[in-house]
């Protein structure tokens, strides 16, 4: 049976929902995303998710879809049409298509944003076998644009990252520039060493993760020592103990940076009980 899918104000047979082939998110990746994990059919962090995207939307002086206001309802109805317990809703909206290919970001007046949505069914999300026993990262060079802090859909290095990560037998790759980690392919990139928590700092270089606030929060809150501060390759390999975080992958241990094994090769301390203390707290308040 095939997915309910929204489209534009219509609810659709995933085979029914079309655009145009003028779209500019098609032509251009002119065009923003989010998206919202689902636990027991609730939605984790829908508010912090709802407020970047607008926050995209504003930086690229792209309009609001019509609907806007009724993200949360459109995002609850396909979930239920679905029968989502556990999985994703993927969210974007580009700047629409104008009826031909230009540079020229069109007259907001003469077009109207395409804001399409659907649902990803995910089993087990929470308990994801890579949770147990962590992942594997490689370093490749930072070759993206420089405003990383919005969430558009020009997703193609980071595929190439990922394919990386898979030719060298490992899992995800962690990007580099002058020297520094920015981020991983699709997360936020720690370290900890000595039990301290170190992640870059938020600018334009890195995604500002609505799950790596949390996370930071929860940290902070459990009394764990937090630097938000740039940290390289070599630091990562001498760590305790590293992971990730994102809103499909929670917190997602990392055991293995570069071929060097993080302290005895399997998740550590911290990075399981931040991955519990996310799950319960987000789960108390999911929507």
């Known amino acids: 049976m095939s997915r309910i899918v929204y489209l534009n104000g219509e609810y659709l047979p995933e085979e029914e929902a079309k655009i145009s082939i003028f779209d500019r998110s098609f032509l251009m990746a002119d065009g923003v995303y989010e998206v919202t994990s689902v636990l027991d059919g609730k939605l984790i962090d829908f508010d912090g998710h709802a407020k ?14 019509q609907a806007f206001d009724d993200l949360l309802e459109i995002h609850r109805a396909l979930v239920e049409k ?12 580009s700047r629409g298509s104008a009826g031909d290919r230009d540079f020229a970001f069109p007259d907001p007046e003469q077009v109207k944003p395409t804001l399409v949505l659907f649902t990803q069914n995910k089993p087990g999300l929470a308990d994801s076998p ?5 992942i594997k990262v490689i370093s490749i060079p930072d070759i993206r ?7 558009t859909v020009q997703l193609l290095y980071p595929s190439m990252g990922k394919m990386m990560a898979k030719a060298a037998g490992a899992d995800d790759a962690w990007m580099v520039e002058d020297g520094f980690v ?12 000595g039990n301290k928590i170190i992640t870059r700092a938020l600018s334009n270089d890195i ?5 790596r606030a949390a996370v930071l929060r929860f940290a902070r809150e459990a009394q764990m020592e937090v630097e938000e501060r740039s940290f390289t390759i070599d630091e990562a390999k001498k760590a305790d103990e590293a992971f990730v975080t994102s809103a499909s992958g929670f917190v997602m241990p990392v055991v293995e940076v570069d071929g060097a094994t993080l302290g005895d090769g399997t998740p550590g301390n911290v990075a399981k009980r931040l991955r519990e203390i996310y799950l319960d707290e987000s789960r108390k308040v999911a929507i």
Do not use: C, F
């Open 145 to 151: 644009w420089h405003r990383r802090d919005i969430k």
């Open 130 to 134: 890579a949770s147990k026993t962590g």
């Open 207 to 211: 995604l500002h993760g609505i799950t």
């Open 82 to 93: 679905n029968g989502i317990e556990d999985g994703l809703v993927y969210l974007q909206v």
């Open 52 to 65: 970047r995207l607008e926050r995209s939307l504003n930086e690229l002086g792209m309009q609001k879809p």
């Open 182 to 193: 920015t981020e991983g392919t699709s997360n936020n990139a720690y370290i900890v060493k």
